[in-house]
């Protein structure tokens, strides 16, 4: 049962715990029960990023953002059979009085496969990494490792899990460590190379990639590393018609202090003491046509956030597809670089 508990969560819990607890279980699901312990609803991080998409917020009960119709079954051969007939995370198995009483996960058969995207990634490894000084005085931020091998390469790695294997590179600082890391590496990644002559911010190196596609293409930083269903985010991206999608992870910080929040006069009109905020924050990943390239100078430093904006005020369609918090490693301090590794390979 201690086991169980992780995947329960009762019906009073925010759509924030609730993410929280997903994030804990790493399976993507959360079954909601009462104070009685029976079963009301299941949500996954998918019925999260919908319910947040169609406006709901971080506040919201949980129960408004669940499926009320959960698949469950009554005995281990019922969960397997729907299992295996169907894409579910887990089974319940539920008892005559509506209480869990089991889970069926599946354990001991093959894991689902992605599906393949076949998508172009281009990735910007041309900044000086200067927030992980002194590592990179001596290799490009790319190429310090995390665990057994670099983060682009763990980067690289995640995208060819969906059989996206056409790989063009950004490079300016140190770009023929780089370059001679991967002439060396026993892995055969097919990589084209595209070198600055100055630094060109993280959006303006891709005026170099001009013409070179006819689709969508993925548009990622080298310093993190994204492990959610990039399926998804393709799919999100095509039906809405967007130019832009920004993967946002959601940002959660416990404040140490009592926030007060003041009025005219002075007058309190609220008080939280130490208060959890949450907010999105931009990944650095993309996914982008190819019209957005044709739009950026030749030669001109540019951040892409700002390329967004100018697309945005185009009134082009750019929008976010947030993912959790869970989902993004980002390796640019310091601090993280062994919290990604503890992550990645265990303590």
């Known amino acids: ?14 759509v924030l715990e609730a993410m929280r607890l997903i994030d804990n279980n790493q399976r993507g699901i959360l079954f909601i029960i009462n104070n009685d312990n029976k079963l009301l609803g299941c949500v996954t991080d998918g019925d999260i990023r919908r319910f947040l998409l169609s406006g709901g917020t971080m506040d919201n009960p949980v129960i408004d953002a669940a499926n009320c119709s959960p698949k469950y079954a009554k005995s281990v051969d019922e969960a397997k ?12 198995i539920v008892g005559n009085d509506g209480r869990i009483i089991d889970l069926y996960t599946g354990e001991g058969f093959e894991l689902k496969r992605h599906n393949s995207l076949n998508v172009p990634v281009v990735i910007n490894a041309g900044g000086k990494g200067t927030r992980l000084d002194p590592f990179t005085r001596i290799l490009p931020k790319p190429l310090i490792p995390i665990g057994d091998i670099p983060i682009i390469e763990h980067i690289m790695k995640e995208y060819q899990s969906y059989s996206c294997n056409d790989f063009h590179i950004i490079v300016n600082y140190k770009s023929e460590l780089m ?36 689709g969508t293409f993925f548009f990622s930083n080298c310093d993190a590393l994204l492990t959610a269903n990039y399926e998804s985010i393709v799919k999100f991206h095509k039906e809405n018609k967007n130019m832009i999608t920004m993967i946002c992870a959601y940002k959660n910080i416990n404040i140490p202090y009592g926030v007060v929040e003041m009025g005219v006069n002075g007058v309190i009109e609220s008080m939280k003491e130490k208060p959890l905020m949450s907010f999105l924050t931009n990944t650095g990943s993309y996914i982008v046509e190819p019209e957005v390239i044709g739009d950026i100078e030749d030669g001109v430093s540019v951040g892409f956030p700002d390329i967004v904006e100018k697309e945005r005020k185009k009134g082009k369609r750019v929008a976010v597809f947030p993912v959790s918090e869970n989902d993004w490693m980002d390796m640019g301090q310091l601090p993280e670089l062994e919290k990604m590794r503890i992550k990645l390979y265990g303590k």
Do not use: C
């Open 1 to 14: 049962m201690d086991e169980i508990q992780k995947y329960m969560g009762k019906d009073s819990l925010t």
């Open 81 to 92: 059979s729907l299992y295996h007939n169907r894409n579910y995370i887990i089974i319940p």
């Open 179 to 214: 370059k001679a890391y991967f002439a060396e590496s026993e892995n055969d990644y097919n990589i084209t190379w595209y070198v600055e002559e100055k630094p060109l911010g993280t959006g303006g190196g891709l005026s170099l990639l001009r013409k070179k596609f006819t």
